[in-house]
């Protein structure tokens, strides 16, 4: 009895090997990555305008004219998940003290876009 199961389990180990060399195949088969929010902003360099920026992303939150060249100024809330813990504790905390919470501003990243002032194009970019 033992050596007919001692076969049964050789005979399926060729089978199950196939089977995982199969699923990481299908894994390894999704396709490129995805570019990053970088690398899309540094192809733009040289070849994309103020019009298809404010197209993709909208108008931008303040301009400015240094030098003769054009910044955008973009922004956008950041999650930050250790300040909304303290904003809760913090409203909570008002509340049983009988005070009104007035929560902080949130934190936002901004995104700069720098054009050439006599093309237009993009010639640089910088986040914070």
Not at 109 to 117: A, E, W
């Given at each position: ?7 049964m ?18 894994g ?39 030098d ?8 956008e ?15 909570w905390?008002a ?10 501003p ?9 054009f050439?002032g ?7 970019w910088?986040?914070?």
């Amino acid at each position: 009895m033992p050596r007919v199961a001692l076969r049964m389990r050789l005979r399926a180990l060729p089978v199950l090997l196939a089977l995982a060399a199969l699923f990481v195949a299908a894994g390894c088969a999704s396709g490129p990555p995805k570019p990053t929010f970088a690398e899309l902003l540094n192809r733009a360099v040289g070849t994309k305008t103020r019009a298809d920026f404010i197209q993709h992303l909208g108008p931008p939150v303040q301009t400015t004219e240094v030098d003769g060249d054009e910044f955008f100024v973009y922004s956008e809330a950041v999650n930050d998940p250790l300040a909304n813990l303290g904003s809760g504790l913090g409203s909570w905390a008002a509340g049983y003290r009988g005070q009104t919470y007035i929560p902080p501003p949130p934190a936002l990243r901004f995104l700069i876009l720098r054009f050439d002032g006599r093309t237009g194009l993009l010639k640089g970019w910088s986040m914070r």
